[in-house]
């Protein structure tokens, strides 16, 4: 396996001291324990890569940007028309955590993703090294020289569950009084009618809403589950409420709300009754490490107001729970729910299966 500390030392051996990225299961062994002071977390991989470029201009150093290979995606746009060869030849090393890599077992959508990411670095003309232990380390040089001479990316991928546990003091977050995701989603689910369609985020609050309803022996619910897609809940809520006359409940986390904020500005433009939307607010990436995501910071009635919902509850203690779920489902106009919820899930927690039968049901 890889040590952290002797991969961010190999790194600072090779003069690279700022890291920017999106975090990932993957990696968290290793970023969760980068220095504050050189760690920059960003909303989505596409912004990672342009503060890596936008760094390089000022500094004439190389940033690492670090994320999980489904969001190569986002990337893909700032590395090939600014960062490329042909256009303004940045040199930046990517470290991504490679899921679904070949000959291991893991979920569809990583599947999918991890068979092709290397065609993707081939097809991007980006040099890259697999890092398996720290015997590899010392590949890391010779790739680094390589994107300084070359003035173009290059990137690492490291595997799934290569990454040794650091027992480094890791700052911990304030424990709030809030309601657990388990206890909002077992109530949330009570009240969804069997004409309410409801499509839910990536990570946990898929797989913990796909455990309740199994538990509550309520599958025949009209779910749509995003597996992957981070930061695309709204949009997929939006385009089902379009031609719909039954209610659309999106239910997203606060990472995936940060990742495409600005897919929001179709609700104004659109203004659908039959769309209602729950942000479950941990202020955390809990799924991928725990790392803060910062959205306190941000004024959500506010933001709600701004981009055009009609009415804006809040959830923070137990006696809040049943009275603004509520007052929620009784609004007839476009509605914002904001949940604090503390961190925290199942043991042993289900996914979603039988993506296909999902996708059908939800569509009846």
Request: net charge positive; hydrophobic share 35%; proline share 3%.
């Amino acid at each position: 396996m890889i040590s952290p500390k002797k991969l961010f030392n190999e790194f600072k051996k090779n003069k690279i001291n700022f890291f920017i990225g999106v975090p990932d299961s993957v990696l968290k062994n290793f970023t969760n324990n980068i220095p504050e002071k050189q760690n920059f977390v960003t909303q989505n991989e596409g912004s990672a890569v342009a503060l890596s470029i936008g760094y390089h201009l000022d500094t004439n150093r190389i940033a690492l940007v670090y994320m999980q290979n489904s969001g190569l995606g986002n990337a893909i746009n700032p590395l090939i028309s600014m960062a490329h060869k042909k256009v303004y030849s940045i040199p930046l090393v990517l470290l991504i955590g490679w899921r679904g890599s070949p000959n291991t077992r893991d979920e569809p959508q990583h599947k999918a993703q991890g068979e092709i990411t290397r065609d993707f670095l081939k097809l991007m003309d980006i040099k890259h090294i697999i890092l398996n232990n720290d015997n590899d380390l010392k590949k890391i040089k010779n790739l680094i020289s390589h994107s300084k001479k070359n003035l173009k990316p290059v990137a690492i991928l490291i595997k799934n569950k290569s990454i040794q546990t650091f027992n480094k003091k890791i700052k911990t977050k304030k424990r709030n009084n809030f309601i657990s995701r388990q206890e909002f989603i077992e109530n949330l689910v009570d009240k969804v009618k069997l004409s309410d369609r409801v499509i839910s985020s990536t990570g946990y609050n898929s797989r913990e809403l796909y455990q309740v309803l199994l538990d509550k022996k309520k599958t025949n619910r009209k779910v749509f589950y995003l597996i992957g897609g981070m930061g695309h809940t709204l949009s997929v809520g939006l385009g089902a409420s379009l031609n719909s006359k039954k209610q659309n409940i999106i239910l997203d986390g606060d990472g995936s709300l940060l990742m495409h904020m600005g897919s929001f500005i179709n609700l104004q433009l659109h203004k659908k009754k039959n769309l209602k939307y729950i942000l479950l607010n941990n202020n955390t990436h809990e799924s991928v490490g725990g790392q803060i995501n910062n959205i306190r910071k941000i004024n959500l009635k506010l933001f709600a107001k701004t981009f055009g919902f009609k009415n804006y509850f809040e959830i923070k203690k137990k006696p809040d729970l049943n009275k603004n779920i509520l007052k929620f489902f009784k609004s007839k106009e476009s509605t914002f729910l904001n949940v604090y919820i503390n961190e925290g899930t199942f043991e042993n927690l289900k996914r979603p299966r039988n993506l296909i039968d999902i996708k059908n049901n939800f569509k009846k």
